[in-house]
């Protein structure tokens, strides 16, 4: 019996690179996990091959409506949600005189917003799973300088510091946050 076998997760971007990985691992462990993507055909795949009640979900990580049926469908069939995994991102490389404020409005939509929404949307299941873990994947490129990604950084470090706030106000609730990368002054 692996170590999630009672535990339900959300991960967005599950059909990518790392969220895929993600959810392998937390379904080697025995959670029911939930692939959500915007790419159905790789997010069905990926439910098939790991099998048990693990499914996909088409989820827009932007969109308030869509978080709001996944995790309806989500505690429907598989019971509240005690790990929400923020995986989904996009990368726009380049420099930041390049980029437009549209595509820097969109990587804000979906690398922090869809984050924020995410949590926001979960709160009522991960209360009513009783606590559990959100991990917030961000990039050490919103802490700290790598060429070519100035257009994704501001996002990236502000969703390395989103869980933060999470932890002292849901600290009754006996749930925790797991920011993807270390930050030296998280609180513990
Ligand atoms: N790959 C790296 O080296 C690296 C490094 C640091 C941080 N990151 C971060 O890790 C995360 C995942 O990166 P990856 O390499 O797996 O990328 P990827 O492109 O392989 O996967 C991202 C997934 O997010 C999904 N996605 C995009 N927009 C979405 C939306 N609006 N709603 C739902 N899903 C959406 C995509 O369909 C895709 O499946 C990103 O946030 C990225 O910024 C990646």
Redesign the pocket.
């Known amino acids: 019996m692996g170590r999630l076998s009672e535990r339900v997760a959300i991960v967005?971007?599950?059909?990518?690179?790392?969220?895929?990985?993600v959810a392998r691992a937390l379904a080697a462990e025995g959670a029911s996990v939930v692939i959500?993507?915007?790419?159905d055909a790789?997010?069905t795949d990926l439910a098939a091959d790991l099998g048990g009640r693990s499914r996909f979900q088409r989820?827009?990580?932007?969109?308030e409506d869509?978080w709001q049926r996944a995790v309806t469908d989500t505690e429907r069939d598989l019971g509240p949600v005690s790990v929400p995994a923020?995986?989904?991102?996009?990368?726009d490389w380049g420099t930041m005189e390049e980029q437009s404020p549209a595509s820097f409005r969109r990587v804000v939509?979906?690398?922090l917003t869809?984050a924020w929404l995410g949590m926001r949307g979960v709160a009522p299941s991960l209360r009513r799973a009783g606590g559990g873990v959100i991990v917030d994947?961000?990039?050490?490129?919103g802490l700290t300088a790598y060429a070519g990604v100035a257009r994704?950084r501001p996002a990236?470090g502000v969703?390395a510091a989103c869980p933060r706030p999470l932890r002292w106000s849901w600290l009754p609730t006996g749930s925790g946050s797991a920011p993807?990368?270390p930050v030296p002054s998280a609180p513990r």
Do not use: P, Q
């Open positions: 967005t971007g599950g059909a990518g690179g790392i969220g895929s990985a959500a993507d915007i790419r790789e997010g989820l827009d990580v932007t969109g869509d923020n995986i989904a991102g996009i990368m939509d979906v690398n869809g994947m961000s990039s050490l490129s994704t990236s969703c993807s990368i």
